[in-house]
């Protein structure tokens, strides 16, 4: 299983970032996906996430202002980051779940960093 993460760097408040991860090494389709943050001394925090059939839920921090999608033609997840806040810097990591099973891989993340 091989997620790899991109799309992340420096911006200002207020502005949008689209991170993206290509996954490859497993069935993408049947996997429900997630990004994760992980800010300075925090923990790591569900971002958003799409289930197999579409279905997202999201933080309600980033509620209106992110859009988590999927390209199943593409393998990749997406994450759309508008509106973006100095406390939306963290370590952005995808992950993959597959379905009853209770395991999650995760990508190598990628920075975001928001300044006022």
């Known amino acids: 299983v091989l997620l790899q993460a991109s799309g992340g760097g420096l911006v200002q408040a207020g502005g949008s970032l689209r991170l993206s991860c290509a996954a490859s090494g497993f069935v993408f389709i049947i996997n429900n996906l997630a990004w994760y943050r992980q800010g300075p001394g925090s923990q790591r925090e569900l971002v958003a996430a799409?289930?197999?059939?579409?279905?997202?839920n999201y933080a309600d921090s980033v509620k209106s202002r992110f859009t988590i999608s999927r390209d199943n033609t593409k393998n990749t997840v997406y994450l759309q980051m508008n509106s973006l806040r100095p406390e939306d810097t963290a370590v952005y990591y995808c992950?993959?779940?597959?379905?009853?099973?209770?395991?999650?891989?995760w990508g190598q993340g990628t920075q975001v960093t928001v300044s006022s």
């Open positions: 799409v289930t197999t059939r579409g279905s997202t």
């Open positions: 992950a993959a779940n597959l379905p009853g099973t209770g395991r999650w891989d």
